[in-house]
């Protein structure tokens, strides 16, 4: 899987996002564009924001046991996967506002590398080593921006 911490990937992440228009149409799933950006701006606002709600300890651990191997590991996401309540966004959003407030984050995550991340503790699924971290963030990414054709 690629490095998202190296400048290359990330750069190419979002060369992958700036090729988006309003227009895009996805070639699977229900969302929008703009929602799709809205969407994988949660990863990023679960760590450098308070903005949503820390699972109890029993659902910490179910997420653990159950869906945190499934998001770090190396195997794709397959189309039309079940996505976790924080994530799902309704009505629409700025596209140009979402697609700048992604970009964003994943340059800040890369500027922090991934020694920053090692060890540092999740939302939901406890502290991850850095492969996990990116892993899951750049699986993501990857998954939703070839749903949108990119």
Request: hydrophobic share 35%.
């Amino acid at each position: 899987m690629k490095n998202i911490f190296e400048a290359s990937v990330t750069h190419e992440i979002i060369d992958r996002i700036n090729h988006l228009t309003p227009e895009t149409k996805a070639h699977w799933g229900t969302m929008t564009v703009d929602q799709m950006l809205a969407h994988c701006c949660v990863t990023y606002e679960m760590l450098y924001e308070d903005k949503h709600p820390k699972p109890g300890a029993f659902m910490k651990f179910i997420l653990r046991l159950l869906v945190k191997p499934n998001v770090v590991n190396e195997k794709p996401y397959k189309k039309q996967s079940q996505t976790a309540p924080a994530f799902l966004i309704k009505g629409s959003r700025d596209f140009e506002a979402e697609k700048a407030r992604l970009i964003e984050f994943i340059q800040r995550t890369q500027q922090l590398g991934g020694a920053y991340f090692d060890n540092k503790e999740t939302h939901s699924f406890g502290p991850l080593k850095t492969q996990e971290w990116n892993n899951m963030f750049y699986k993501h990414l990857d998954h939703h921006l070839t749903q949108f054709g990119e």
